[in-house]
């Protein structure tokens, strides 16, 4: 059974600007199949991982000739680095690349309609790096043709010290296209001062003892996915048949008054508030929340199964700066700069061997800082036990438009009627 998180009161004290929730980020235009790495646990998911197929050639073609010109674009998602940017200094410090780093991206949806104009003219978008959300537009960005191939002998400390399994992510098999910037994972957070009892499946979402106080996504693909999860279904393999189902499923939840809300980030604050005893979460929010205000809230995956998600690096092929981009991709990928970017964000890191390094870390600290930074080392929310990796899915990648708008059709009406 996996194990409530609830972090030590000195981490409360300790730790106080995080990252406060990863926003919109997952709404359906978004967000799709993750064949996320599980880590050095060696943990396999569930579904096929899908091969991405360039030119033979194409790396080395677009490699060629290339030069570093000391300078990197890095387009970002809001609060997702310490303000202060002590990698960025540290990198800049170690190669003289300076790095112009700008939280642009707010939601993949817009982003993908902003800088396909000019990746469709051979222009440059501004930016040499960016990180994005698995997806459809994912997807778009790939087919198009926009994304450059990724050359891995450029890659030394990702190839040394990444998590092997992340080879194998169905929506980029063999990091062709992009290596991991960091995961999260949406299970079940729950009030334990308003539920008398461990909350340690998805039933728990119907049971009547929480009528009126349950918080469910608005987003339709988390929505759905917990229907169909609670039915047993895995959603990376889910046909539409499945879909109807875990829609009534869905239907019977909400008829019966259990859901409060259909919530997008606001549900942070309605568990906050108490309008919300037991609710859908993701893991990186219900962690700054607890860091942020001093709560006591628990996140569990659930035992029928939570799902997880990643966003990453990419290179646009139009970048001015590619060589210097890819130099900053691998230079997160040093143990070090892992692991403090790990403190900062708390949100599941790609290298393993950071936890170590954290641990190493929080012995250099005294007090409440020493406290808080071991909780980080032993959080289950950014170094997730191989038993809780066992029962992640993937989402159900989207094929065409059309199979996506039969799914919006299903389970939108729930949220909006």
């Known amino acids: 059974m996996s194990q409530p998180f609830s972090p030590d009161p000195a981490l409360i004290r300790g730790m106080t600007q995080r990252r406060l929730g990863r926003r919109d980020a997952l709404r359906v235009s978004g967000l799709t199949a993750f064949a996320m790495a599980l880590s050095a646990c060696g943990v396999k998911g569930t579904g096929a991982a899908k091969p991405s197929a360039p030119a033979p050639d194409a790396v080395a073609k677009y490699w060629a000739g290339k030069t570093s010109n000391g300078k990197v674009d890095f387009a970002n998602w809001p609060l997702y680095m310490d303000p202060k940017q002590p990698e960025l200094k540290k990198f800049t410090a170690a190669t003289g690349v300076k790095v112009n780093y700008q939280e642009v991206i707010q939601e993949m949806g817009p982003w993908f309609a902003k800088v396909q104009p000019q990746l469709a003219a051979g222009q440059s978008i501004g930016y040499d790096l960016m990180v994005i959300t698995n997806g459809i537009q994912f997807k778009q960005f790939v087919d198009s043709g926009f994304l450059a191939p990724l050359d891995h002998s450029k890659l030394p400390n990702y190839v040394a010290n990444a998590g092997k399994a992340y080879a194998n992510?169905?929506?980029?098999?063999?990091?062709?296209?992009?290596?991991?910037?960091?995961?999260?994972?949406?299970?079940?957070?729950?009030?334990?001062?308003?539920?008398?009892?461990?909350?340690?499946?998805?039933?728990?979402?119907?049971?009547p003892a929480f009528k009126g106080k349950v918080g469910m996504y608005s987003d339709t693909q988390e929505l759905g996915?917990?229907?169909?999860?609670?039915?047993?279904?895995?959603?990376?393999?889910?046909?539409?048949?499945?879909w109807r189902k875990a829609a009534a499923k869905l239907k019977e939840q909400k008829s019966s008054g259990m859901v409060r809300n259909y919530y997008d980030q606001s549900y942070v604050d309605a568990l906050g508030k108490?309008?919300?005893?037991?609710?859908?979460?993701?893991?990186?929010?219900?962690?700054?929340?607890n860091v942020s205000d001093g709560t006591d809230f628990k996140f569990v995956i659930p035992e029928e199964g939570g799902t997880i998600w990643t966003d990453n690096f990419a290179i646009p092929v139009t970048a001015q700066n590619p060589l210097d981009a890819i130099?900053?991709?691998?230079?997160?990928?040093?143990?070090e700069n892992a692991a403090t970017l790990a403190e900062?964000?708390?949100y599941v890191c790609p290298v393993p061997a950071a936890q170590e390094q954290i641990k190493k870390d929080a012995a250099k600290l005294s007090g409440d800082d020493k406290a808080a930074m071991e909780a980080v080392a032993v959080s289950p929310l950014v170094?997730?036990?191989?038993?809780?990796?066992?029962?992640?899915?993937?989402?159900?990648?989207?094929?065409?438009?059309?199979?996506?708008?039969?799914?919006?059709?299903?389970?939108?009406?729930i949220v909006l009627a």
Request: proline content about 7%.
């Open 169 to 207: 992510e169905a929506f980029d098999k063999g990091n062709v296209y992009t290596i991991p910037w960091t995961s999260g994972m949406t299970g079940i957070a729950y009030d334990p001062k308003k539920v008398n009892r461990p909350i340690t499946k998805l039933a728990d979402l119907w049971d």
């Open 327 to 335: 130099k900053l991709m691998d230079f997160f990928y040093e143990v």
């Open 344 to 346: 900062y964000i708390n």
């Open 225 to 242: 996915n917990f229907g169909m999860m609670a039915l047993g279904i895995d959603p990376a393999t889910s046909t539409p048949d499945d």
């Open 383 to 413: 170094f997730p036990a191989p038993a809780d990796y066992a029962k992640l899915h993937y989402y159900r990648d989207f094929k065409t438009v059309a199979e996506q708008q039969e799914y919006q059709s299903i389970f939108e009406p």
């Open 274 to 289: 108490g309008e919300v005893w037991i609710t859908q979460a993701w893991s990186g929010d219900i962690f700054q929340k």
